[in-house]
């Protein structure tokens, strides 16, 4: 394939057709929505009504409220009277699971209907039976039969729907076929889109949903690629990652899931799952289309986008450049290995962590101190620090401070670097320090002597375009120039970075690409400066630049430079590998957000279980409120803390349920003792 549907280099909102949701309306050129989901059970109308105010009052624009059975989806009339007598008329979805019965008492109360081709007239069994043609097609026609009437009664009260799937609740008829991966998450949606397009039904959109990053943002884009070449329109997309988690966690994973789709123009609303108050993630929503929503008012006040315009017919896709990797499968960017104090950069390495020095070398002993703390000089052992310490340094006359500095440091002096605005400065700065980066500006002319005098020694040599107002593919043809350079010169110890202000995803595929036909295969240093003040802000920035080149493999090396709090700034950095599972630094918990089907406090559940296991490095724990956020959802956990129903709860080993409906009470503790009792628990160091 030599095209894509989608733009990689730069943005570009991918068009669609416009879905209603009563007095709104997805895709086109419609504002990306955002929206969250209640947490009451729906059958209490008066707590469900003040959620959905509170919501409402947080400015959310979608609702979603879950429906396990009739009971419910009857009562999703009178919270819908009762808001809409409150002058509340924000959109209301009914999220089903397994119950055609209620998807199909609930359209008559909502203005959207979820439903998951998973689970929607298919019995989940995770059985791996292996289905025969015949088997397939019969029980696909089953499934045809019972989806009907629904799209029939849909049609008929004027109500869009979302198929939404979830890796890891496929049906298993789709999982014989296609594996519980990306590509059966697809066939599973456009089985159902194409059943909706046959009856000529056509106010559908689509959800992709995973609590792994790398696998939710591939199926996305594998849907589009398939979807708008198969189907009459192309369709709008609800993005989300789920089972994210709480806190910085939680924000940082959904920014990267989220905001590599929204950089490549896909996504017309979005729902942050956080295991908090559904309020809290309201404004993390806003925070992340903030500015994809300004850049197409801009366009659209400029004249350029017809804003509000209807799609009534079919919308041709555009096509576009292929990235410089494999867009639905992962596999790490080949580099050389440079040895290092770390062990090494590239090659199969792990990604180390950088930051940049906020002292200046002419504050000696401030400076001593920031490496020392940065550097974890008074614990050694802890994981979470700062690996490389970059230090800007302007003349010669720092040279002497720094190597004193350096000298304090003792070993330690090989985590560290500096940087330099000047090239005529690298020579005597590399006996100095144990790596030199220098800054390349924009339309700078680099003198070919100074060139020639860098030579292969201990020192690393780093050289970073500093990107500000350049088009996106001159940081690239710059640096693919000095590379050849170097490469022809024998230079092994180089590394490449570019420090962009807002393109830093774009400019990174330009240089790969640029890299990739020259045959180049120097690592590459992923480097973020913040230019946002507020705290979330620098946490959906950093996670969306970042942590989306991680996701496809693009990074040996990641440095940040914020104005964060030292140990918030190098959390920041080691959760954005983490959530791109490319770096373990710690326990992973997948937890949901809760809904109506959990009858137990997520979130304090949650807290205690990360208090009692957060030190279980690399280990997957699933912590869901009931069996349709458990074995499915939570497709990758190692063990899972699941809810069965009031006061009970199961515990699982990967997707095996191995203790059944234990009183809640125990089972923090009985999800200890299976932990040890399959050898992966370890003692906490005091």
Same mark, same amino acid.
């Given at each position: $394939? ?44 008066? +707590? ?17 409220? %879950? ?9 999703? *009339? ?102 519980? %991966? ?45 979807? !708008? ?8 997309? /609800?993005?989300?990652?789920?089972? +994210?988690?709480? =806190? ?23 729902? @942050? ?14 925070? &992340? ?15 350029? &986008?017809?804003?509000?315009? &209807? ?49 200046? #070398? ?55 670097? #500096? ?25 700078? $002319?680099?003198?070919?002597? @100074? ?47 570019? !420090? ?40 959906? !920035? ?14 040996? $090396? ?14 920041? +950095? ?21 809904? =109506?089907? %959990? ?20 280990? *997957? ?33 990967? *997707? ?21 009792? /399959? ?8």
């Amino acid at each position: $394939m030599q095209h894509f549907p989608i733009s990689m280099y730069h943005y570009s909102r991918r068009l669609t057709r416009e879905v209603g949701f009563g007095p709104l309306s997805l895709g086109g050129y419609q504002p990306i929505r955002v929206e969250s989901m209640t947490t009451t059970h729906t059958i209490d109308t008066k +707590a469900s009504v003040e959620q959905c105010r509170r919501l409402y009052e947080a400015g959310c624009e979608i609702i979603r409220l %879950t429906v396990p059975t009739e009971k419910e989806a009857e009562n999703l *009339k009178t919270i819908r009277d009762q808001l809409r007598r409150d002058g509340i008329n924000t959109p209301l979805v009914a999220d089903i699971h397994f119950s055609r019965k209620a998807a199909l008492k609930a359209v008559e109360a909502v203005e959207n209907v979820r439903i998951n081709p998973g689970n929607f007239a298919n019995t989940r069994k995770f059985s791996n039976e292996d289905y025969s043609e015949e088997a397939f097609r019969v029980e696909y026609e089953e499934v045809r039969a019972e989806f009907l009437p629904l799209i029939e009664k849909a049609r008929e009260h004027g109500v869009s729907m979302r198929i939404g799937t979830n890796h890891g609740s496929l049906s298993d008829r789709i999982v014989s076929r296609y594996g519980n %991966t990306p590509e059966g998450m697809v066939e599973a949606a456009l089985e159902f889109a194409r059943i909706c397009e046959d009856e000529g039904y056509y106010d559908i959109l689509f959800s992709m949903k995973s609590s792994n990053v790398r696998v939710m943002i591939q199926a996305y884009r594998l849907l589009v690629m398939k979807a !708008d070449a198969e189907l009459r329109n192309p369709y709008p997309l /609800h993005l989300g990652v789920t089972e +994210a988690g709480d =806190g910085d966690e939680g924000r940082i994973k959904s920014a990267m899931g989220i905001g590599a789709l929204l950089e490549e123009g896909l996504g017309d609303t979005v729902r @942050v799952s956080l295991t908090e108050d559904p309020v809290n993630e309201v404004p993390v929503g806003f925070a &992340l289309v903030k500015k994809y929503n300004d850049f197409q008012k801009v366009m659209g006040d400029k004249g350029h &986008l017809p804003v509000n315009r &209807l799609i009534e017919s079919q919308v041709v896709s555009p096509s576009f450049a292929m990235p410089p990797f494999d867009p639905v499968s992962y596999q790490k960017r080949k580099t050389g290995m440079i040895v290092t104090c770390h062990g090494g950069i590239g090659g199969d390495a792990l990604p180390i962590v950088g930051t940049v020095a906020r002292e200046s #070398v002419a504050n000696g002993g401030l400076l001593l101190e920031e490496l020392n703390r940065k550097l974890g000089a008074e614990n050694p052992d802890a994981v979470i620090k700062s690996e490389f310490v970059t230090v800007p340094v302007s003349s010669l006359d720092e040279a002497a401070v720094l190597e004193e500095v350096l000298g304090e440091l003792g070993a330690d002096r090989s985590r560290v670097g #500096v940087s330099l605005k000047d090239i005529s400065l690298a020579p005597a700065f590399m006996s100095i320090a144990a790596s030199v980066r220098i800054d390349i500006t924009e339309g700078e $002319m680099i003198d070919k002597g @100074v060139l020639d005098s860098l030579h292969d020694r201990t020192t690393l040599i780093e050289f970073c375009f500093m990107h500000e107002n350049a088009s996106l593919n001159v940081p690239a043809d710059v640096l693919k120039r000095i590379a050849l350079k170097m490469k022809k010169k024998g230079m092994h110890r180089l590394l490449f970075s570019i !420090d962009s202000p807002a393109a830093t995803v774009y400019v990174y595929r330009h240089l790969v690409r640029r890299f990739n036909e020259e045959g180049i295969d120097y690592p590459l240093v992923v480097r973020y400066r913040a230019r946002k003040k507020e705290c979330l802000e620098t946490l959906i !920035d950093c996670a969306t630049q970042t942590g989306t080149l991680f996701c496809d493999g693009i990074g040996d $090396m990641l440095a940040v430079e914020t104005g964060l709090a030292e140990s918030e700034e190098t959390s920041l +950095a080691f959760n954005v590998l983490q959530a791109a599972r490319v770096r373990m630094s710690k326990t992973e918990f997948i937890s949901c957000p809760g809904c =109506g089907r %959990t009858y137990f406090d997520l979130e304090k559940t949650a807290s205690v279980i990360k208090s009692r296991m957060s030190h279980l490095k690399g280990l *997957k724990i699933g912590i869901m409120g009931c069996i349709v956020n458990g074995p499915g959802e939570m497709a990758d956990a190692d063990f899972g803390y699941v809810g069965s129903g009031k006061g009970g709860v199961s515990l699982y080993v990967g *997707k095996e349920c191995v203790e059944s409906n234990i009183p809640e009470e125990d089972a923090v503790d009985r999800l200890v003792e299976l932990i040890k009792a /399959h050898g992966r628990w370890v003692e906490k160091v005091a």
